[in-house]
């Protein structure tokens, strides 16, 4: 019966995809070198390890909407969920490399956009979770199926680097706002009275105003 286990080995961009997407390199290695994996497909759940980092004192500001004033920090920094995906692992003996892909969503509702753009450098420490479903060939070549141990995970440290990059080569000088239909219906009227060209200025317009009115 397989026996696996699992490597992060490095992460890169996916090319051409239709949204910002990394690709974890994922090796998974049977214990049983000469036994036949016929397939392996394969649930993984994706979490960032928030407390096991240090924070410039510009990324504990950024990130106090999410763990609040820093000397709390201790209570509220916890693990987060960044996502939940699958892959399908080929037929292999011994070992073989997959490809993870792990969808960068960039809207800012969520807390895991929130958090790695707080983030000016270093790592992020990720926990990958797995489980799912082995088919493996049985004594007298019959074709049997086993479960992942729950046990099984991997670690990585993804660069802050990474995350931005992608970002940055999908949304350029760009971040999204996913607002109620309500709000935006305010702010298409204040545009629309005050004849502001675009919604950048429309948002400025509006900074502005608070700004003086705090300043009073």
């Known amino acids: 019966m397989p026996d696996l286990s699992f490597l992060v ?3 890169q961009p996916v090319d051409y995809a239709a949204t910002p997407m990394l690709a974890l390199k994922l090796r998974v290695a049977n214990s049983e070198e000469d036994e036949q994996v016929h397939a392996v497909i394969l649930d993984c759940q994706v979490r960032i390890e928030a407390a096991r980092r240090r924070y410039a004192d510009e990324e504990r500001d950024g990130l106090a909407d999410l763990f609040g004033e820093p000397a709390r920090w201790a209570q509220t920094v916890r693990s987060l969920l960044w996502t939940n995906v699958s892959v399908n692992v080929p037929p292999f003996r011994g070992e073989v490399l997959v490809d993870l892909h792990v969808p960068c969503t960039y809207d800012f509702n969520l807390q895991v956009t929130k958090y790695f753009d707080s983030l000016a450098a270093g790592e992020v420490p990720l926990t990958l979770l797995f489980s799912g479903s082995v088919f493996f060939a049985g004594e007298g070549g019959g074709l049997q199926v086993s479960r992942v141990s729950w046990s ?11 995350w931005k990059d992608v970002m940055a080569r999908y949304y350029p000088n760009s971040a999204w706002l996913n ?16 004849g502001i060209p675009t919604w950048e200025q429309a948002v400025e317009s509006l900074l502005l105003g608070a700004e003086e009115l705090r300043s009073r």
Do not use: N
Not at 152 to 162: D, K, M, N, S
Not at 179 to 194: I, T
């Open 9 to 11: 080995e490095g992460a």
């Open 152 to 162: 099984q995970e991997a670690g990585y440290r993804l660069p802050v680097a990474l």
């Open 179 to 194: 607002l109620r239909k309500d709000v935006f219906d305010r702010l298409a009227a204040y545009k629309r009275r005050r």
